[in-house]
């Protein structure tokens, strides 16, 4: 009796393990084992090289925890049985190794396991290559029912973690306190900078600063002044006909006070559709040593202009310099009411209230127009789910501001 009591135990004990490695090893860090790995830690190495072949990892635990339940049920039946008899010693033991395993070689184990999967892995790392290699012949017959399985029931093969995956895993570390919250932006906006094109970042033709090709050297030198602008498009006849780009330097060192005309020291601008991905953008534009691309329309009519600078501040957010005069697009008054600019980019405004929608505009102007089915005035309103969209400011035709708080607190 003393011997079928240890039995029991022993067969509770290497439930519990089993459990408890099969919870460690599904929710294990694989990036922190393999730095560890790389820095030498031995136990760590044998971890990463387990998770490798996961199927015989699974196989291994799932037989070894099997073969120590039926154990573990045999033996108690038995035990209950020779003390209570037959009828009621089965089920006494049914009942009481049901709920010993459950809670000691379950749900324990496993809950345990859970907080340290690292840790927990690497300890039992050892012992678990050891019944690995044991258990060989009946991981090989497993492997090949496996893949009469997956023909049967044409099971693909796993298409690898997906960009919306990788932005969840950014948003749960910058959550869990891994990363911070600026590094945490800095990563989304790697992930989702692909996606973009000219269109979502573009400057709008009606905001595009330039200068005539027969302007005058004072008339020039005004606009450099008041923008503060290091390059600027120079036009024949109207902005639709850009013909190239004049840079500050060009002009001062070159032209300003020679009473000489532009036409010499204008370089040549660099021409795009709005479809195109600024990650390519980004690439052309450093292989050909422009700083500006004019976005065109399909009737080569000028639609806007992305700058370097536009590019890069997707990924790192707003850059200002001295002669910038900070203006944030997107105001956060409270959690319930935010003010913004008609020029903000209406992607990252849904984003902000926490939406993922498509929408053809670029703008809030345009998004405000096109929930509006009109031109907007001073005083027009929407609702957006539970927000209300409330026209603050007009400039012409256009929305200079709006007013988005929720419905209750409007």
Avoid at 227 to 233: A, C, K
Avoid at 375 to 404: C, N, T, Y
Wanted: charged share 25%; glycine share 6%.
């Amino acid at each position: 009796m003393n011997v079928t009591l240890i039995i029991i135990l022993l067969c509770i004990i290497m439930s519990a393990y089993f459990s408890a490695t099969e919870t460690a090893f599904s929710s294990l860090n694989r990036i922190r084992i393999k730095n560890m790995a790389d820095k030498g830690n031995k136990r760590a190495a044998l971890v990463l090289k387990l998770s490798e072949d996961y199927d015989r990892l699974l196989s291994t635990i799932l037989i070894g925890n099997n073969i120590v339940n039926i154990a573990c049920a045999s033996l108690s039946t038995l035990l209950f049985v020779r003390l209570l008899g037959e009828d009621a010693g089965a089920s006494v033991s049914t009942a009481v190794t049901t709920v010993i395993v459950l809670v000691f070689g379950e749900v324990s184990p496993k809950s345990i396991a859970k907080e340290s999967p690292e840790k927990f892995s690497m300890f039992s790392a050892p012992i678990l290559n050891f019944m690995a290699v044991l258990l060989t012949p009946l991981n090989f017959l497993f492997k090949q029912w496996k893949k009469v399985l997956s023909r049967f029931f044409h099971s693909s093969a796993s298409q690898g973690i997906t960009e919306e995956e990788l932005i969840t895993i950014v948003e749960e570390a910058r959550q869990d306190g891994g990363i911070d919250e600026q590094e945490g932006d800095l990563l989304r906006n790697a992930l989702e900078f692909n996606e973009l094109k000219a269109a979502d970042i573009l400057t709008p033709r009606i905001d595009v600063v330039g200068v005539n090709v027969c302007a005058g050297a004072e008339e020039i030198a005004s606009v450099f002044t008041e923008t503060g602008y290091s390059r600027l498009p120079v036009y024949q006849d109207s902005i639709d006909n850009i013909v190239g780009i004049l840079y500050h330097k060009d002009f001062y060192n070159k032209i300003y006070g020679t009473g000489r005309g532009i036409k010499d020291v204008i370089r040549p601008a660099l021409f795009i559709t709005r479809h195109k991905k600024i990650s390519q953008l980004l690439q052309e534009l450093q292989a050909s040593n422009h700083h500006i691309a004019v976005v065109i329309d399909e009737f080569g009519g000028t639609v806007g202009i992305v700058t370097l600078e536009d590019i890069l501040e997707e990924l790192v957010g707003e850059i200002w310099d001295e002669h910038d005069e900070i203006i944030r697009s997107v105001e956060k008054l409270s959690d319930d009411e935010f003010l913004v600019l008609g020029n903000a980019n209406v992607d990252k405004l849904l984003e902000l209230l926490g939406y993922d929608e498509e929408t053809e505009a670029v703008t809030v102007n345009g998004w405000i127009m096109n929930e509006l089915q009109k031109l907007p005035e001073k005083g027009d309103s929407f609702r957006f789910h539970e927000w209300q969209v409330s026209v603050m400011e007009m400039e012409e035709r256009r929305v200079k501001s709006a007013r988005i708080c929720r419905c209750e607190q409007c």
